[in-house]
């Protein structure tokens, strides 16, 4: 009834004027955005998470906090990918807030390598459960804990209700869940703000000397609420996270890549 209501002032502006302001049109679209769960921490604006052209494809063109976010891998050298760009974002949200939970029912990750990625170990609590229902349940909770800056949590399958109680949590919190779902047997539709794949990307030396050049990845923004899906080659090097490349210039080898 509430988002009736916003629609419908909306679109009495536009037929009052003609055509609404930027502030006007921005305003209706934060209301909307809040009446969906998107919602300011203390009112204050969030700052950027530093993840560059990407975070053009999200609403306010800021990665969304206190909201799920499903990360998908099919084998392991994509979860490894996976895994690394997780670490990247995760150590931009500590930075507003201090601690984060790693959990999972098998750990795929090394902790003292979170270092090459700015993140220091020491600063995240890994949790190590034995079955499905006690991850479940662990992340849940987690994810009540509003003292927490992120909960990446690892598992295989999840249903919707099962997502939809994740996403209740964060909305009351504000934490941000990365779900990172490793071998899932369907990508079932869940409740979450966006689903990514992470994939590997040939890495590039300096002025063509051989050896291997800094991690990269190819990142795909397959869903995204309210914003714009996306693909992107970005790669982590002593300068921090940057994208090599973005949006068209990738398309025609992914679908050449489809097609072949």
């Not at 209740?168 to 990514?196: D, F």
């Not at 063509?208 to 309210?226: A, M, S, T």
């Not at 300068?239 to 090599?244: K, N, Y």
Request: hydrophobic letters at 40%; aromatic letters at 6%; one cysteine or more.
């Amino acid at each position: 009834m509430l988002l009736f209501v916003v629609i419908f002032a909306g679109s009495k502006i536009l037929g009052m004027k003609g055509r609404a302001d930027e502030k006007t049109i921005e305003l209706l679209q934060r209301q909307i955005l809040n009446l969906q769960g998107d919602r300011k921490i203390s009112g204050e604006e969030q700052p950027a998470l530093g993840l560059g052209s990407i975070e053009q494809a999200f609403p306010a063109r800021i990665f969304p906090r206190g909201a799920i976010h499903e990360f998908i891998s099919a084998t392991d050298e994509n979860a490894a990918c996976t895994n690394g760009f997780l670490s990247v974002v995760a150590g931009r949200l500590m930075r507003q807030r201090s601690a984060c939970l790693w959990i999972s029912t098998r750990r795929h990750i090394f902790p003292p390598a979170l270092k090459v990625f700015g993140l220091e170990p020491e600063r995240i609590l890994f949790i190590d459960v034995r079955g499905a229902k006690e991850a479940l349940w662990a992340i849940e909770e987690a994810l009540k804990c509003d003292a927490l800056a992120a909960v990446v949590g690892e598992i295989g399958e999840l249903g919707f209700n099962e997502s939809r109680r994740l996403q209740l949590a964060v909305e009351r919190s504000q934490v941000t869940g990365l779900i990172h779902r490793h071998r899932p047997k369907t990508e079932n539709t869940v409740a979450c703000v966006s689903r990514w794949k992470i994939r590997s990307a040939a890495s590039k030396t300096t002025d063509g000397l051989p050896g291997v050049g800094f991690p990269r990845w190819h990142i795909e923004l397959q869903k995204v609420r309210n914003g714009r899906p996306g693909n992107w080659e970005a790669q982590w090097s002593p300068s921090g996270f940057e994208i090599t490349e973005s949006g068209e210039s990738i398309m025609p080898q992914i679908s050449a890549r489809k097609t072949g």
